[in-house]
């Protein structure tokens, strides 16, 4: 498929989704969003993509937020369905059964750091910005900052950043966990490619039941979350990856998986 606002890539198991929007730094408009959720799908059902990793293009910015102009002609109903389109990405992308890489080269705001909550880990360089700062425009987030925002930093930070509307510096997004990791710019590529690579040599039906397993229980009772772990660890169990993983240890040699 041809992407008119994304470049796409694949190599040796990564594939790469590239926001490319330059002009507007990387903003997001409808026509992005559905075609950041197709690409998904594709790398979702490509047996050669193990990991995903998502990004914008150049270096100023991740995704420097929605497109204003598209905002400023909604109404109640059609506000409701534009974020309901974009949260159909965020869930989309949040229980993607391989790991997501947010690589934040930039500004990620608004819609940015949204895209970049619903991905399993963040690294971003130490020119990273990231806020919610709908509040100025007289709005609120609306692809589940205000749910997957106090979900990783707590509460009481998310409030703040959100009522305040402030942005904050890549040194404070590692502080208070919005950011796994922050390196040099000329770095971030090969870093994301090195974490991904760490993952991707593991069980994939592995990686597919732990993301399930963390995200499903993350809300839940103790009680109830263990017992769906203990649902994914018997799921797991029972595959030919765990068969093989379980024998290569003890043969002493690499596992060959094959995601069965």
């Not at 990793?53 to 059609?78: C, N, Q, R, V, Y």
């Not at 900052?145 to 997004?173: H, N, P, Y």
Request: hydrophobic share 40%.
């Amino acid at each position: 498929m041809t992407y008119e606002n994304l470049t796409i890539s694949k190599e040796n198991g990564l594939g790469w989704i590239v926001v490319n929007r330059p002009d507007k730094l990387n903003a997001l408009n409808i026509k992005t969003v559905e075609e950041m959720h197709s690409a998904f799908l594709a790398f979702k059902e490509d047996m050669e993509v193990k990991a995903v990793i998502l990004t914008g293009s150049g270096e100023k910015a991740f995704i420097a937020g929605a497109d204003i102009s598209e905002l400023a002609k909604l109404d109640h109903e059609a506000g409701r369905q534009y974020v309901l389109k974009g949260q159909e990405l965020t869930k989309l992308m949040e229980n993607y059964p391989k790991p997501v890489i947010a690589a934040v080269n930039g500004y990620a705001l608004g819609g940015g750091t949204e895209m970049a909550l619903a991905c399993h880990i963040r690294i971003g360089t130490e020119n990273a910005k990231m806020g919610q700062p709908e509040v100025k425009l007289g709005l609120i987030p609306g692809f589940g900052g205000t749910q997957r925002l106090s979900r990783l930093v707590g509460k009481g930070k998310a409030m703040e950043m959100i009522l305040t509307g402030k942005v904050i510096d890549a040194a404070e997004a590692l502080q208070i966990g919005l950011l796994n990791k922050v390196v040099p710019p000329e770095k971030l590529r090969l870093t994301c490619e090195a974490l991904a690579n760490e993952m991707i040599v593991n069980g994939p039906l592995a990686l597919e039941y732990a993301i399930g397993a963390i995200n499903k229980g993350f809300d839940k009772p103790m009680d109830e979350a263990l017992l769906l772990e203990a649902d994914f660890f018997g799921a797991s169990c029972n595959t030919e990856d765990s068969k093989e993983g379980t024998k290569a240890f003890l043969e002493k040699r690499k596992p060959n998986f094959q995601g069965k």
